[in-house]
């Protein structure tokens, strides 16, 4: 099967009808996300097929974005470098060494999910210092303790909770590298598979094909999506009616691989040898399924997370009677900046503990199955055993 016009007209005459409704793919991704998504996989198509009628109906997509007015404003745009596509839809590209506009950056940082939380402290601050200047009867304020916590005991809650923070932020971080580690093993064990296929295997375009529908498929699961959106654009009507009724939608794939494999054992192209290298081969890809499967599901024990949140919460409950006579009405500016600290560098751990979502500083796995479908095709169509024989005559 291969990808036709047809098949990917159908598939941007349904895109076109949500994007101008506006309304959710998958529930999830809305909007601009799902512009740019398109645009992307567009521009891979491009690149890739050879069909100059895909490539005119490639072109003709990727300038319907520029016709139109959007709801949400004009889709990000995607370029073709030197071979590799890149847009910016969900993960953050930026440039380590421009300090300024990473300090003053907005999207992707902690600002907008902790602002709400600070701008409520910041009002009991002021509430408190408010109470204390203007006399308020309330014993306590007047004296620099709370339940028995001085300034000194203060101090050193306040570190036990940073200590706390930065572990779980390196827990987080770990589960993060730990996925990006297992998307580098697909896309190698990928394009190894293709190549050897392409050495001993007529067609190895329909492994190439399969292998690209398996990675579409594991995405779309780790990130929350049940409905085969892109992926029919790689497998035939029975192949999708196959996969459909497996729960794990990407491990019915991983079966379609492991039956193309045996069928060419069948017909002599592979000894037991080289059919029981690629089936390793291929269990290495299911096993960085079964990794990146264990992330998401596996949170972060919610007994820690609690137990950090509720620290915080008394730590920050208590710093203004402990900062209103020392420090006066600076208080509630202290508090607040001690509070975005608290709340960001948390939140941070929040959005880096499930590596496979749609925040910003999650994974760019649209890039990565993009690379897999780029690197696959290009070796199956480079390497065929049909191509080296043509040559050899």
Not at 54 to 68: P, T, W
Not at 74 to 82: E, I, K, Y
Request: overall charge positive.
């Amino acid at each position: 099967m291969e990808i036709t016009a047809a098949k990917i007209g159908r598939s941007i005459k349904k895109w076109e009808r949500t994007l101008r409704s506006g309304g959710a793919v998958g529930g999830e991704l809305r909007g601009r996300q799902a512009a740019g998504l398109w645009r992307l996989w567009v521009a891979v198509y491009r690149q890739i097929c050879g069909c100059p009628t895909l490539r005119a109906l490639a072109d003709s997509q990727i300038s319907f974005y520029n016709r139109h007015d959007l709801p949400w404003g004009r889709a990000s745009p995607c370029r073709l470098s030197a071979g590799v596509v890149s847009c910016g839809v969900i993960m953050i590209a930026y440039h380590p060494e421009r300090w300024w506009k990473s300090t003053f950056s907005w999207r992707g940082t902690a600002l907008p999910l902790s602002i709400s939380r600070v701008l409520i402290f910041l009002a009991y601050a002021i509430l408190i210092q408010a109470l204390y200047e203007y006399g308020a009867d309330i014993g306590w304020i007047s004296e620099q303790h709370f339940l028995g916590i001085d300034p000194a005991g203060h101090a050193v809650l306040g570190s036990l909770i940073g200590f706390l923070i930065v572990f779980r932020i390196n827990a987080s971080n770990t589960r993060w590298w730990e996925g990006r580690t297992l998307w580098g093993g697909l896309i190698n064990g990928s394009r190894s598979l293709v190549r050897f296929a392409g050495q001993h295997c007529s067609e190895p375009q329909e492994l190439a094909r399969l292998i690209t529908g398996y990675v579409v498929c594991l995405r779309r699961s780790l990130q929350g999506f049940r409905d085969l959106g892109e992926v029919d654009l790689y497998l035939s009507d029975a192949e999708v009616s196959r996969v459909q009724r497996f729960g794990n939608q990407a491990t019915g794939v991983s079966l379609l691989i492991s039956e193309w494999i045996a069928a060419r054992f069948r017909e002599g192209q592979l000894d037991a040898v080289l059919l029981r290298h690629m089936e390793e081969m291929l269990n290495r890809l299911v096993d960085a399924q079964g990794g990146c499967e264990r992330i998401q599901k596996t949170p972060l024990p919610f007994v820690y997370v609690a137990m950090i949140r509720q620290l915080i919460l008394i730590y920050l409950l208590t710093l203004p009677v402990v900062l209103c006579e020392r420090c006066g009405w600076w208080s509630p500016v202290l508090l607040a900046t001690i509070s975005l600290g608290m709340f960001g560098l948390e939140e941070a751990g929040v959005e880096t503990e499930d590596p496979f979502g749609l925040e910003d500083n999650c994974l760019d796995l649209v890039s990565c199955t993009v690379t897999i479908a780029r690197d696959t095709a290009q070796l199956s169509r480079g390497v065929s055993t049909d191509t080296k024989r043509s040559e050899l005559s």
